[in-house]
């Protein structure tokens, strides 16, 4: 769902918002926000693709696209290393993935809540350079970098740019941190 308290978050991201643009999951938009541009949504319970996650994406959903924005999709995935590598592979060269992750609290939210780290680490090893990052509370508060154990929802915004096209995309570092320090590096 679209919150009001992260549209200023969605106003950061939409200066990276190029058609064709593909949204994660057929979002719930009460207040009638708009990204700027018309989009298509890819999600198995109702969107313009119904497409499940869990497995790669094949067809027309599975680009080229300029821009792909999860809102807040893939913690809902099972099979959460393949949503990931499904996305990264979809995004056109020069294309930007946007998203909105919770990294933070949301105990019961969906099925993963993964660490930042992670996600960031995924996106810059498999072609990706990082264009813009931040961090806030359920109401939309900017915060610094979650603290594990604190129970405060905190949400993860990225925005990545495609820079270097890869064969077969690295799996989501799952290992790569251990008490929020890398490990071997």
């Known amino acids: 769902m679209i919150l009001a308290e992260h549209y200023k978050h969605h106003d950061r991201m939409k200066k990276y918002c190029v058609a064709p643009m593909l949204m994660l999951g057929n979002q719930e938009n009460k ?19 119904k497409i ?6 094949k067809g027309p959903a599975a680009g080229p696209w300029a821009t792909v924005y999860n809102l807040g999709t893939i913690e809902h995935v099972w099979n959460v290393n393949q949503a990931f590598i499904s996305v990264a592979r979809m995004i056109s060269f020069g294309g930007h993935y946007l998203g ?3 990294v933070g609290g949301y105990e019961g939210h969906g099925i993963h ?4 780290k992670m996600i960031r680490e995924f ?3 498999n072609g990706f350079e990082i264009v813009e990052e931040w961090f806030c509370d359920i109401d939309g508060i900017c915060k610094g970098q979650p603290v594990r154990g604190t129970g ?3 949400g993860y915004f ?3 740019k495609k ?7 690295l799996p989501l570092p799952q290992q790569m941190f251990v008490n929020g320090a890398k490990v071997n590096g």
């Open 31 to 49: 207040g009638g926000y708009s990204f700027g541009i018309p989009y298509l949504t890819l999600d198995p319970d109702g969107g313009d693709f």
């Open 52 to 57: 499940d996650l869990n497995y790669p994406v």
């Open 100 to 102: 909105s992750h919770p």
């Open 113 to 116: 809540v993964t660490d930042w």
């Open 123 to 125: 996106f810059t090893l």
């Open 152 to 154: 405060r929802n905190t």
């Open 158 to 160: 990225l925005a990545a």
């Open 163 to 169: 820079v270097k096209d890869i064969e077969a995309f």
